[in-house]
């Protein structure tokens, strides 16, 4: 699945992976942002999944079931946070836990506060990366 990647496309992810941003990864690789978030969404497409959520998942594609979350969390931030890593939107969240976006956009806030994370991005490369080995 991964040696369908461009060897830029899997610089790229990689780097995602680690939970950088676009700009650094750009700086990184000597490319503008924007050529960035075209390798990402080429390497997306070439595994078959949508959103830098689900290209981390796809990297770690060795990872074996959930992540241990920190106890830190709630127990409803947890099952939240087990949904965001799983790739679903806040939307599909709240659909399926019969609450508001907006409730869920505030626990998912929660969330990245308690655990010192800027995104769904870093937060992916830290608890789906945890569990699966290096690449």
Do not use: W
Request: net charge positive; glycine share 8%; with cysteine.
């Amino acid at each position: 699945m991964l040696d369908s990647l461009s060897p830029r496309e899997h610089q790229a992810l990689a780097l995602a992976a680690q939970g950088l941003a676009n700009k650094v990864i750009a700086c990184e690789l000597g490319v503008t942002v924007s050529t960035v978030s075209v390798y990402l969404v080429k390497a997306g497409r070439k595994l078959g999944v949508r959103g830098r959520v689900a290209s981390i998942q796809a990297f770690h594609s060795t990872f074996d079931g959930e992540p241990a979350l920190p106890s830190a969390l709630s127990t409803s931030e947890r099952a939240v946070a087990a949904l965001v890593l799983r790739g679903a939107s806040n939307a599909q969240i709240a659909s399926t836990r019969a609450t508001s976006s907006r409730t869920i956009a505030n626990q998912v806030a929660s969330i990245y506060r308690k655990l010192g994370v800027r995104s769904r991005g870093e937060f992916a490369a830290r608890f789906v990366g945890a569990g699966a080995p290096s690449p």
